[in-house]
């Protein structure tokens, strides 16, 4: 399996014995090079001895020689600076495409590295890797969980800047669109982005001083004020007066709700109905509290739990939808949600600006706010947990959350630093 022969050459699993082309010359791997995994050979600026003469060059490698030929590699100049050709079969000599025939080494998989490997994509248990977690070194296991805080933070930056071209520069309307598909909660995220990049801004912020404007072009766009969804006995005066101004910034505007079935209801709690939702962030808009200048200036948890711990109109304290009377209850954000929109929205967005600015202090920052946020509580945390790693702040929850989706999930075991210290700890036993 030419993966595992990857890794082998990566990490430097040789027998031990010396290591010989196939015409006898010795090898001598000093270092065996970056692995690429994009278009070219598989290994750039390797160093190998071979015959006692040093090569600086890229490593190719294949379970199979002929497949040197099979893959076009002879035609193709970029393998002209390959030194090595590495394989588990040698079935005939190779050539680049200047005529120069590549040594060749014959590197076998050590079979308790292609069992051990198997044994992690067959298990069933979640984490996989869970019979050696207890085992790693805290400082290993610090250190992959950090380098996945960071991978995550980089994956949401790239979601982040497209928004950024998608608002033509706009890092204003950027950050609202950012806090608008968190407000949805996971469930409505899809609707609520969609919600926030169809809403004209510089047209609301120009009604932006009266409350009752700002939510009926809130509730308006997102095709909330359609009487085909709202029974005629539930469309009290609140919806009314709502449904009027829609109507008359409509007219002005010309403005268009987006399509009202893409909001979802089905086991949801009522608190996380996009009714309220959508009114916590209208009042957060009419305060200026979706300014991008708060979010830059904010430094720490503190700071970001009192700027968005915001209450609703008057309206929303006893609905959660149009004409249906609950019990008053305050639709402030309580503290989970508050921690999960600095974990998703504001550490991420910190993180982009600085990135897009060169300032260092302000990617640090995201990632120091992450570190003061108690850790997220679900199904993959606790699994870890349980396994033997615990996460001690969101910093680190983020980092099994990455983990999870972008190695575990693929069975990218061999990406993984946990799945490395599989291998080579049963290799070394």
């Given at each position: 399996?030419?993966?595992?022969?990857?890794?082998?050459?990566?990490?430097?699993?040789?027998?031990?014995?010396?290591?010989?082309?196939?015409?006898?010359?010795?090898?001598?791997?000093?270092?065996?090079?970056?692995?690429?995994?994009?278009?070219?050979?598989?290994?750039?600026?390797?160093?190998?001895?071979?015959?006692?003469?040093?090569?600086?060059?890229?490593?190719?490698?294949?379970?199979?020689?002929?497949?040197?030929?099979?893959?076009?590699?002879?035609?193709?100049?970029?393998?002209?600076?390959?030194?090595?050709?590495?394989?588990?079969?040698?079935?005939?000599?190779?050539?680049?495409?200047?005529?120069?025939?590549?040594?060749?080494?014959?590197?076998?998989?050590?079979?308790?590295?292609?069992?051990?490997?198997?044994?992690?994509?067959?298990?069933?248990?979640?984490?996989?890797?869970?019979?050696?977690?207890?085992?790693?070194?805290?400082?290993?296991?610090?250190?992959?969980?950090?380098?996945?805080?960071?991978?995550?933070?980089?994956?949401?930056?790239?979601?982040?800047?497209?928004?950024?071209?998608?608002?033509?520069?706009?890092?204003?309307?950027?950050?609202?669109?950012?806090?608008?598909?968190?407000?949805?909660?996971?469930?409505?995220?899809?609707?609520?982005?969609?919600?926030?990049?169809?809403?004209?801004?510089?047209?609301?912020?120009?009604?932006?001083?009266?409350?009752l404007q700002v939510e009926?072009?809130?509730?308006?766009?997102?095709?909330?004020?359609?009487?085909?969804?709202?029974?005629?006995?539930?469309?009290?005066?609140?919806?009314?007066?709502?449904?009027?101004?829609?109507?008359?910034?409509?007219?002005?505007?010309?403005?268009?709700?987006?399509?009202?079935?893409?909001?979802?209801?089905?086991?949801?709690?009522?608190?996380?109905?996009?009714?309220?939702?959508?009114?916590?962030?209208?009042?957060?808009?009419?305060?200026?509290?979706?300014?991008?200048?708060?979010?830059?200036e904010g430094q720490t948890?503190?700071?970001?739990?009192?700027?968005?711990?915001?209450?609703?109109?008057?309206?929303?304290?006893?609905?959660?939808?149009?004409?249906?009377?609950?019990?008053?209850?305050?639709?402030?954000l309580q503290t989970t949600?508050?921690?999960?929109?600095?974990?998703?929205?504001?550490?991420?967005?910190?993180?982009?600006?600085?990135?897009?600015?060169?300032?260092?202090?302000?990617?640090?920052?995201?990632?120091?706010?992450?570190?003061?946020?108690?850790?997220?509580?679900?199904?993959?945390?606790?699994?870890?947990?349980?396994?033997?790693?615990?996460?001690?702040?969101?910093?680190?929850?983020?980092?099994?959350?990455?983990?999870?989706?972008?190695?575990?999930?693929?069975?990218?075991?061999?990406?993984?630093?946990?799945?490395?210290?599989?291998?080579?700890?049963?290799?070394?036993?």
């Amino acid at each position: 399996m030419e993966i595992l022969l990857h890794y082998v050459w990566k990490h430097k699993l040789f027998p031990l014995g010396p290591l010989t082309t196939v015409d006898g010359q010795e090898v001598d791997v000093i270092d065996p090079g970056l692995h690429n995994r994009h278009q070219g050979p598989d290994f750039f600026n390797a160093k190998v001895k071979i015959g006692g003469t040093l090569w600086v060059g890229n490593v190719e490698i294949h379970d199979a020689a002929s497949d040197w030929y099979r893959h076009h590699h002879d035609a193709d100049e970029a393998y002209d600076n390959v030194v090595l050709h590495v394989v588990e079969r040698s079935d005939m000599a190779v050539q680049t495409q200047q005529g120069r025939t590549l040594p060749q080494l014959v590197l076998e998989v050590p079979e308790t590295v292609r069992q051990n490997y198997a044994e992690l994509l067959a298990e069933e248990a979640y984490p996989p890797c869970y019979r050696v977690i207890p085992d790693v070194p805290t400082l290993t296991a610090h250190s992959w969980l950090n380098a996945l805080t960071i991978e995550r933070l980089e994956a949401k930056t790239n979601r982040i800047l497209s928004y950024l071209q998608q608002t033509e520069g706009d890092w204003e309307r950027t950050f609202f669109v950012t806090l608008a598909r968190n407000f949805g909660f996971g469930t409505n995220a899809d609707a609520f982005e969609q919600w926030a990049l169809q809403l004209p801004p510089r047209t609301i912020a120009k009604h932006r001083d009266n409350a009752l404007q700002v939510e009926a072009a809130f509730f308006g766009q997102a095709g909330l004020l359609d009487d085909d969804l709202v029974p005629e006995e539930r469309r009290d005066e609140y919806y009314r007066r709502l449904q009027e101004e829609y109507a008359f910034l409509a007219h002005k505007f010309s403005l268009t709700p987006m399509n009202p079935r893409l909001w979802k209801f089905l086991r949801m709690r009522p608190q996380n109905f996009p009714h309220v939702r959508l009114a916590q962030l209208s009042t957060l808009y009419h305060t200026g509290h979706t300014d991008l200048s708060h979010l830059l200036e904010g430094q720490t948890r503190e700071d970001f739990h009192r700027l968005f711990r915001t209450a609703t109109s008057p309206y929303w304290e006893t609905h959660y939808q149009f004409g249906m009377a609950s019990a008053a209850h305050s639709k402030a954000l309580q503290t989970t949600s508050l921690d999960l929109i600095i974990i998703n929205t504001v550490a991420p967005m910190l993180f982009a600006y600085g990135q897009q600015h060169m300032d260092d202090a302000r990617c640090q920052r995201a990632f120091d706010l992450l570190e003061s946020v108690p850790p997220e509580r679900n199904f993959i945390t606790r699994s870890w947990a349980k396994a033997g790693l615990t996460a001690d702040n969101a910093a680190d929850s983020q980092a099994l959350i990455q983990l999870k989706r972008e190695y575990c999930d693929p069975k990218d075991c061999l990406r993984c630093r946990f799945g490395g210290e599989y291998l080579r700890r049963k290799y070394q036993q």
